[in-house]
């Protein structure tokens, strides 16, 4: 009786081990991909680039993208949409293309697909993300109104939300208008480097446009802060790496293989926005009517730097107009650790400031992984995330909900 | 049964068994159903077939000759939870889901012949065949995301390994010295099998901003397929102490196998419109239509062959059983494996074809490179112990259990070999005689591994391709062993 009690013990066992072993576990479902929204284009002949010279408004008509919501269509009646405006930076780097524009930049960072994730998943509102071409024939644009790139501080701000909001069926590709929400509180701008500048720029002087504003490593201080020199720890960069030693090769340098050049395409932009001079002019650049704010040895040059500090957001913050706006904006601030032109620092230098001031903002730093690129554009696609997430607390939709 | 129909049914298990063996964990955790049941303490024992695989010289002690037949299931339960992210950035892997292999019971086998020659009583030959190790996994870690490609999906196949090697054992033992002293000799004709699936990350190969994320690393599955031979030796001692006591001790050899197969390579190209158009120069419109091809969401790939070298480990074993009485064995085993000698494997591609027609361009081709798997295992030691008690003329229990160190360190720990940690082996099994001729022997044997987290992604040899898998992982096997033993 003994032995069979231990041979059915053995055998439980037995069973029991071998049917735990044969268990099939079921994985999980892998995700399905989230409804993809649309990319749309249309064209705009701006207003500001209308009277500038042959050669900067060779392209007045400019492309803008706008990203729509999964499910939106042109043609029939819907609910309307907030909308973000992202205000491209640029690269000093072969990608950049005048006669295509930068209205790509974003899209490059896959911006629609992590927007079409975070609204299937609930995390932000459906809305519209327009990205317009700010590119300029040096680079860039600085988003100042100049007499020589164009007013893009208007174009960008008045003239581009009036035209999204009364877009006409017949003006975008689809043959459609956009639905949008037109009130301040349903309007963001936010963007990358340059992009960045002009988003705060514009929100400090557009105070009844946009709901809230971002900026990503952007050149907030160009004179930087305590033992940092701001734009200025670029000049001999520049030097450099266009080979200039002499005052004659500093008056000679020109446009040639600009686009392999990212110091030159960086100062030429912004000369072409603060500090454009006429041919003429004793301290210019003759034949590319822009003026550095350094000589050949680096040196600043104070009646060029002065106009620059003029447009310095940093210095801004010292006028108390400025103050209480921001204090009434929502503003999101991030800063990488590794930017080649140090615009991360300069951010820093402005958190710093409004830090100081009292002025109330959301900050955000990130990293460049090890063996990645040593450019936070290259993060863009991962902070476009927190961009949207930021900006979608402050988007009041059409029920009037946040 | 006549001798010649044994031996030849011996043979004809012997190649049906290999290519049916597969079963869990890379080194198998021992071989025989009544080694196995004592926890594979058997070095002090080793006196019947398999016991050529603990140690050959234990079969200096058989009385008869004896045919065995083993059989082994296998059920492990392996599960992935991804976090392949390098300072929070991910690449595509499932992070953060809970991803179970695909689970299936393996057969494997194992059989033995040794004969006793009547003319000499001190002497006996024949051989055996075992799978002594194996790995077999297959997982679904990897998606394109929709915003790397929203075109085309990777296969659901994008983390497989089965890696086994099976020996072919002829063996022979002698005892001396009054039947104290007994020496074996086996030589280990070992096939290695490798079956490999695996994503990869390749950098991409074009500038910035043509490289920013989430397009800095291209989705790679490469898949190889092969076999080879080589050949290693097992040699053993045992002594006996007293007629209590008997001690043993075997080493085995590393042995290099060379395999060559089959292989395949895809690169899922990303999608992203956004770059369409960005060389608009016309000196540069044939780098355009390369980067305009590029982001298009194509797969690109070829097929081929390849080579490997894999290297097995040597080991050092020593071990006792002691018999308090005549129905009591006590056992125990310590194993040391020098797992450093199991290098790394070195991939190499040769006559690619690639699936384009046209538009392949040299940079993609450029993509496609040798892979380098490099291990950099520890050297580690097993620790068994085993007990056999005779209940009565018909039944015998057997119980044991094994300590075995991973010998992985986390640089290296990918789910190619998910050995994910130490391993707890229990094991209980039972014999029955039938009669003087013919015997049953059963063993279960559960394992369980330690779980292992690898948080930081690292490349040990520099070659820009990451050697670990980030993430969580954890194993568990399930394994029976039957065996029908004749003696004749």
């Known amino acids: 009786m003994k032995s069979v009690y231990r041979i059915i013990g053995i055998s439980l066992l037995a069973i029991i081990i071998l049917s735990v072993g044969c268990v099939k576990r079921d994985n999980p479902v892998v995700p399905e991909a989230p409804p993809a929204g649309l990319v749309a284009w249309f064209t705009h002949q701006y207003d500001g680039l209308t009277g500038t010279n042959s050669i900067w408004n060779r392209y007045p008509a400019r492309r803008v993208a706008v990203y729509t919501p999964p499910g939106y269509d042109f043609e029939k009646i819907g609910p309307r949409y907030p909308t973000l405006y992202l205000l491209p930076g640029f690269d000093g780097e072969p990608s950049f293309n005048f006669e295509y524009g930068n209205e790509t930049y974003y899209m490059a960072a896959s911006v629609a697909r992590v927007a079409d994730r975070l609204i299937a998943s609930g995390e932000i509102k459906p809305l519209f993300i327009v990205m317009p071409d700010a590119a300029i024939p040096y680079g860039g644009s600085f988003y100042a109104n100049s007499t020589l790139a164009g007013k893009w501080e208007d174009m960008m701000s008045v003239e581009l939300v009036h035209k999204i909001d009364t877009l006409t069926t017949t003006e975008t590709r689809t043959g459609s208008g956009l639905r949008t929400l037109a009130a301040k509180e349903s309007r963001a701008i936010g963007g990358h480097s340059s992009g960045g500048y002009g988003a705060i720029r514009i929100a400090m002087t557009n105070d009844s446009l946009f709901g809230s504003v971002s900026a990503i490593d952007a050149p907030l201080a160009f004179d930087g802060s305590g033992s940092f020199g701001g734009i200025k720890e670029l000049f001999s960069a520049y030097l450099e790496e266009s080979g200039i030693a002499t005052e004659e090769q500093y008056q000679a340098t020109d446009t040639a293989g600009f686009r392999t050049q990212p110091n030159k395409i960086l100062f030429y932009s912004m000369a072409a926005t603060y500090s454009p001079a006429p041919k003429t002019a004793a301290e210019g650049l003759g034949n590319l009517q822009i003026s550095l704010p350094f000589d050949y040895h680096g040196n600043v040059v104070d009646s060029v730097w002065n106009r620059w500090l003029t447009n310095d957001l940093y210095r801004w913050l010292d006028d108390a107009t400025y103050q209480n706006i921001l204090k009434n904006q929502n503003l999101h601030l991030e800063s990488s650790d590794h930017d080649v032109n140090m615009f991360n620092q300069q951010t820093q230098s402005f958190e710093q400031k409004l830090t100081t001031l009292g002025i109330d903002y959301d900050p955000s730093a990130f990293s460049k992984y090890e063996g990645s690129d040593a450019r936070s554009r290259t993060f863009l696609y991962d902070r476009l995330e927190y961009i949207l997430k930021f900006h979608d607390k402050h988007l009041r939709d059409r029920d009037g909900k946040y | ?488």
């Not at chain 2, 699936?355 to 291990?375: I, L, S």
Request: proline fraction near 4%; avoid cysteine; glycine fraction near 10%.
């Open chain 2, 1 to 488: 049964m006549e001798l010649r129909k044994v031996a030849l049914l011996t043979l004809i298990v012997a190649v049906l068994m290999s290519g049916a063996a597969l079963a869990g964990g890379w080194q198998y955790s021992g071989v025989g159903a009544r080694a196995k049941a004592m926890g594979g303490a058997y070095r002090g024992i080793a006196d019947d077939g398999i016991g050529a695989y603990y140690n050959p010289a234990g079969l200096a002690f058989l009385q008869q000759n004896i045919f065995n037949l083993t059989g082994e299931v296998s059920s492990p339960r392996p599960t992935a939870t991804p976090d392949f992210k390098a300072k929070g950035y991910g690449f595509g892997y499932l992070d953060g889901q809970k991803r179970y292999g695909k689970d299936a019971s393996y057969l494997m086998g194992e059989a033995s012949l040794f004969f006793r020659p009547k003319k000499d009583n001190n002497f006996v030959f024949g051989l055996a065949f075992f799978q002594g190790y194996d790995q077999n996994t297959t997982m679904n870690l990897y998606q394109l995301s929709p915003a790397y490609n929203s075109k085309i999906q990777i296969s659901d196949v994008n983390h497989r390994s089965n890696f086994d090697v099976i020996t072919w054992q002829p063996t022979a033992a002698m005892k001396f010295s009054h039947d104290r002293v007994a020496v074996g000799v086996g030589l280990q004709i070992n096939r290695g099998d490798i079956l490999v699936d695996q994503v990869r990350l390749v950098d991409n190969p074009y500038p910035y901003p043509l490289n920013v994320r989430p397009y800095d690393k291209f989705a790679e599955l490469y898949s190889v397929d092969g076999y080879g031979f080589g050949v290693g030796a097992n040699v053993g001692v045992q002594f006996k102490v007293s007629p209590k006591l008997t001690i043993g001790a075997n080493y085995v050899s590393t042995s290099k196998i060379k395999i060559t197969g089959d292989s395949k390579e895809r690169i899922y190209l990303p999608f992203n419109d956004g770059f369409a158009h960005l060389y608009m120069d016309p000196q540069a419109s044939a780098y355009q239509r390369e980067v305009d091809s590029t982001y298009k969401g194509a797969m690109i790939g070829n097929t081929g062959e390849f080579e490997v070298e894999m290297k097995l480990p040597s080991e050092f074993g020593v071990g006792f059983a002691y018999h308090p009485n005549e129905k009591t064995i006590v056992s125990a085993d310590l194993v040391y494996t020098r797992w450093s000698e199991f290098q790394d494997f070195q991939i190499k591609f040769k006559n690619r074809v690639t699936n384009q027609k046209q538009g392949y361009f040299a940079t993609w081709d450029a993509m496609f490179t040798d892979v380098a798997v490099p291990f950099q295992w520890k050297d580690k030691i097993k620790i068994s112990i085993g007990l056999e008690k005779i209940l009565n003329e018909r039944w015998t229990y057997r119980g044991g259990y094994m300590f075995d160190q991973s010998p992985v360190p986390d640089e290296t720990f990918s789910q190619l070999f998910l050995d994910t940690g130490t391993k707890h082996h229990f094991n209980a099994g039972a014999g029955f005689k039938l009669n003087e001729r013919i015997s049953f022997d059963a063993a279960l044997e559960l394992v369980v591994f330690s779980s292992r987290t690898i948080s930081t992604l690292t490349d040990v040899n520099d070659d820009q391709y990451w050697d670990n898998f980030g993430g969580e992982f954890k194993n568990l096997s399930f394994n029976s062993t039957w065996a029908l033993n004749y003696r004749f």
